[in-house]
């Protein structure tokens, strides 16, 4: 699959890039998809709810009131659930949402997400973007040049560039992500992929 290569002013630059087929043009899966997706989502949880059952309420132990004889029900305890303040019944309770997925179905999952866009023409390679230093204005007036600005959109880069990285971290809907880690929320996520041109070879070593 061909792709063409274009400037920091939004032009083509002549140039076309080859995306592999074994990254970009395999039988999409679906349910690997869905699988890599919730425990991305999964990981994001910090588990920390939690809520206290009798045991762990301080107050009087006491009968509140006689056993009988009142016309309503028994109790026993000012920290019976029924009441105001009193106990949660199967509450929320710490937990660890995290589950583990094979690296193969991961990497499964993540050319699935990158062929989707590929077949969507979401994905457009771009000559190496160098800045002086970083520049939030000078990156919003590149992603206007390409036709994204508004879209969430998802740079790529072969390794780590602080100028591109910090010139998009107040971009709303903006991300940037290594070619390493990249993961199949944030491919699905972005409704334009821009990579990188230094960065298309390295996608191979996805597949």
């Known amino acids: 699959m061909e792709v063409a290569v274009y400037n920091i002013s939004g032009k083509e630059t002549g140039k076309k890039v080859v995306l592999d087929e074994k990254v970009f043009g395999v039988e999409p899966n679906d349910h690997a998809i869905y ?63 995290n589950f583990k997925l094979n690296k193969k179905l991961k990497r499964l999952a993540r050319v699935s997400a990158l062929t989707y866009k590929a077949q969507e023409s979401a994905i457009m390679v771009v000559e190496d973007i160098n800045l002086e230093g970083p520049k939030t204005s000078k990156m919003a007036e590149i992603l206007k040049n390409l036709e994204v ?31 390493s880690d ?11 992929i821009i990579m990188i041109e230094s960065a298309v070879e390295s996608f191979s070593e996805l597949a």
């Open 182 to 192: 990249l993961n199949t929320y944030e491919i699905l996520k972005a409704k334009k």
């Open 35 to 97: 699988l890599a997706v919730k425990q991305y989502n999964a990981n994001q949880r910090q588990g920390t709810h939690s809520s206290k059952e009798v045991s762990m309420l301080s107050g009087s132990t006491r009968k509140i009131k006689r056993q009988k004889g009142t016309g309503t029900a028994r109790a026993g305890s000012i920290k019976s659930p029924i009441f105001r303040g009193g106990a949660r019944v199967f509450g929320p309770q710490p937990r660890v949402y």
């Open 149 to 179: 600005n508004g879209k969430k959109t998802l740079i790529v880069l072969n390794d780590i560039n602080n100028n591109v990285y910090l010139s998009t971290r107040n971009l709303q809907g903006v991300s940037v992500l290594r070619v």
